[in-house]
């Protein structure tokens, strides 16, 4: 990994800039990327703004900021996005301070400004070197989230094209997931979560082999078949007011591993319904896997209470209920005598207490 300190003067980095919307925005002759397509929009209040000009009108010391170096020669912003943006806008004449805009002020103000010389280090490396510098600085400003860092290291076609379906407010992904992901399109949770489907959790693998694609169409097409599962398998019309449970399931893992099955809608619903209802099923959103997968690890089945388990355990005079053993409170767990799955409910009537070895057989732990 080569990292070197460079020193760059206002009038460079306002050279040819240009903040084209959506396209993106660059700067520093055209060879800085400084938001990059699709990429999350402009955050600074106008206080945080403010004080970055401030700070170079004072000729006071201005964070350092970081650059990758591209392949071809060209810069994208790591950190400093938001001072950047701020410096070019302010130049630019896009806003004012205490209502004095730069081409409000005197000829030398001006120019000592343009003069002001922000300290920049240069970043070069393979993906991987990049990659961990980048994690280990991301410690100031508006912190970066791990895609974000990763649409960085792997910067080209791909990445550029992926944004566009994944990466701004509106996007088509959030028009069709937005019932169904958790986060932020422009803070790259979107696209993260995609990836992270399609890849099955090895994200940054699947960035790097696909790092020069044309486009991400393909990635755009399995969201879309994901998502046109999760509303044939469990319709809209079932669901207008159970938004809360659906969203943030694992959808891209169960796509995955059930895509193939042919699943019966209506008795899914009949399940769901009675799953609802139930108090003894204390995580609600698990119900959508669990009527996949049964497993009832994602229910959170209610446990019983610390007074339930002392009532038993005096009933039981610390014997337990399945070796004839005598053991101390702590030493003992609680068990459901009819299963919860066969209807057993947790109440003191179907609980009984087991040392831990006897509990650990019954349940295959």
Known sequence: ???????????????????????????????????????????????????????????????????????????????????????????????????????????????????????????????????EWFKTINIAGEKLTDQELRNAVYSGSWVTDAKKYFSKTGCVAYQIGSDYLNGSPIRQDYLETAIKWISNGKIED????????????????????????IEATFPKKYNKNRKKFMKGVDWGTLYNQFKDEVLDADKLEEEIKKLILDDDVTNKKGIYPYVLTRNEKYLSIRAFSDAIKIKVYEKQKGICAKCGEHFELNQMEADHITPWHEGGKTIEENCQLLCKDCNRKKSGK
């Open 1 to 131: 990994m080569e990292i070197k300190l460079v020193e760059i003067p206002v009038r460079d980095l306002v050279a040819g800039y240009e903040d084209n919307e959506e396209a993106g925005v660059v700067g520093y002759g055209g060879k800085l990327d400084i938001r990059p397509p699709y990429q999350r929009e402009f955050i600074y209040k106008d206080k945080q703004r403010n004080a970055v000009i401030d700070t170079i009108t004072k000729d006071f010391p201005l964070n350092v900021m970081y650059w990758a170096v591209r392949d071809d020669g060209n810069y994208e912003i790591i950190d400093g996005q938001q001072r950047t943006i701020s410096i070019c806008q302010y130049v630019n004449n896009d806003f004012s301070i205490n209502g004095l805009a730069f081409h409000n002020l005197p000829k030398d103000k001006q120019e000592q400004i343009l003069d002001y010389k922000l300290m920049v280090y240069f970043c070069e490396g393979t993906d991987s070197e990049k990659l």
């Open 206 to 229: 699947y960035m790097s082999k696909h790092q020069h694609d044309p486009n991400a169409s393909a990635l755009w097409i399995y969201f879309q078949s994901v998502i046109s599962w």
